[in-house]
Each structure stands twice: as C-alpha cells, then as structure tokens.
Antibody, heavy 122, light 110 residues
Framework: QLQLQESGPGLVKPSETLSLTCTVS??????????WGWIRQPPGKGLEWIGN???????DYNSSLKSRVTISVDTSKNQFSLKLSSVTAADTAVYYC??????????????WGQGTLVTVSS | QSALTQPRSVSGSPGQSVTISCTGT?????????VSWYQHHPGKAPKFMIY???KRPSGVPDRFSGSKSGNTASLTISGLQAEDEADYYC??????????FGTGTKVTVL
C-alpha cells in the first residue's frame, strides 16, 4: 500500500526558509504517469495547491507562490522536497504531500500524507 | 487563481441526500471537465472521491456522485450516513498545468 510521510521542522522563523520532505513507501517515485506535489491548509481555511514535480525534475507551481517555492525530487531516496523562502505568518499551515495520478486527461492527487503543521513565528 | 467557492456548511439527516456546490469560472471549472472531490476527516489524510467530474475511484460508494453545469460543479451524497460527516473539497484544473481547490464545505449528519 502506498504511503506518504511528511517530515521537517514544525516551527520556522519569519523571513527564513521552510523545508519539508515527503518520503514515499510502497511504490516508486520514478513511476511514469505520476507527479508528486504539495498542498497546504492554513488554519480555518481551505486547501491551496502549491506545486508538483515529475521524477525527472520538471515542475509546475502556483503562480502566487512561484517566486518563493522550489520543489525537488531525490529518486535515490524515494523522496521529494519543498522549500518555501521568506516565510511570514501567512505561511502557517498544515502541509500535505500527495501523489498526483496523471494517467488520464488530467492529474488528480489520489494519495495524500497525513499532513504536518508548520508554524511561522519568532 | 482564486479559490473555488463552496458553501461553508450543509446538513442532512441519515438517509437523506445533500448536494455541495463548487463555483468557479470559465478558466477553471467551466473550461475543463477535470473536477475532483475530496473527503477530509480532520487529522487524517484527505480521501479521493470523484474525478473527471463524474467518475468514482474504485472503493468509493456509489452514494457519491458528481456533476457539472457551466461554471459550477456539484457533489451529491445520497443515503447520507454518519461516517459521511466530514469536510469536502473540490479541485479543478485551471490551465497551464495548474490547479485550484475549493474553500471547503462541512457536512453535518443530524
């Protein structure tokens, strides 16, 4: 059974860089037909798509975050990562990693991690 | 990209039907038949419920159905059960390999 697990600091200072890693088990991150991505949910708010990465390293980002986001993949470790720079309190959220199934006409996040809360505070 | 608009909450008694709307624009919901829905019990991983507007992944009960008209997609839960109480989110392709989620709807089973 595919599992995704987020890891990283739960507290980040304002203006610093948020860094999270998603470890994939039960399947290969190099499988064709799948992208891997990050989604977040600020407290009391809805979900927000952050961006996706393909195993060869190509990426797509939310235009509102594009200048601050980097998503990368490490196939040797079956992991992918998120870096969000210059964070503010508005970046406080539960961050989810997810597999995106792109086998049909579009892509859908069909498997999600449990999520990890990241708080931005001094 | 603005979030898709969903009602904050809907409710129904066991056995009844509820419908959740998801309103976007011609650049997302109205422009593509690529809408999906997710069930989220707080503290757990969201669950994939509907894709391509109307299709159900294997294992999802047929009580869950999706539809779309113009810029508004809908999720209907028929024969409401206690375990259906959760938050529900829609998601749409928004062009140029980007995606937008809805604001979320809390379903309460009375």
């Amino acid at each position: 059974q595919l599992q995704l697990q987020e890891s990283g600091p739960g507290l980040v200072k304002p203006s610093e860089t948020l860094s999270l890693t998603c470890t994939v088990s039960g399947g290969s991150i190099s499988s064709s037909g799948y992208y891997w991505g990050w989604i977040r949910q600020p407290p009391g708010k809805g979900l927000e798509w952050i961006g996706n990465v393909f195993y060869i390293g190509s990426t797509d980002y939310n235009s509102s975050l594009k200048s601050r986001v980097t998503i990368s993949v490490d196939t040797s470790k079956n992991q992918f990562s998120l870096k969000l720079s210059s964070v503010t309190a508005a970046d406080t959220a539960v961050y989810y990693c997810a597999r995106w199934d792109c086998g049909g006409g579009s892509c859908y996040p069909d498997f999600w991690g449990q999520g990890t809360l990241v708080t931005v505070s001094s | 990209q603005s979030a898709l608009t969903q009602p904050r909450s809907v409710s129904g008694s066991p056995g009844q039907s509820v419908t959740i709307s998801c309103t976007g624009t011609s650049s997302d919901v109205g422009g593509y038949n690529f809408v999906s829905w997710y069930q989220h019990h707080p503290g757990k991983a969201p669950k994939f419920m509907i894709y391509d507007v109307t299709k159900r992944p294997s294992g999802v009960p047929d009580r869950f159905s999706g539809s779309k008209s113009g810029n508004t997609a809908s999720l209907t839960i028929s024969g409401l059960q206690a375990e259906d109480e959760a938050d529900y989110y829609c998601c749409s392709y928004a062009g140029r390999y980007t995606y937008v989620f809805g604001t979320g709807t809390k379903v309460t089973v009375l």
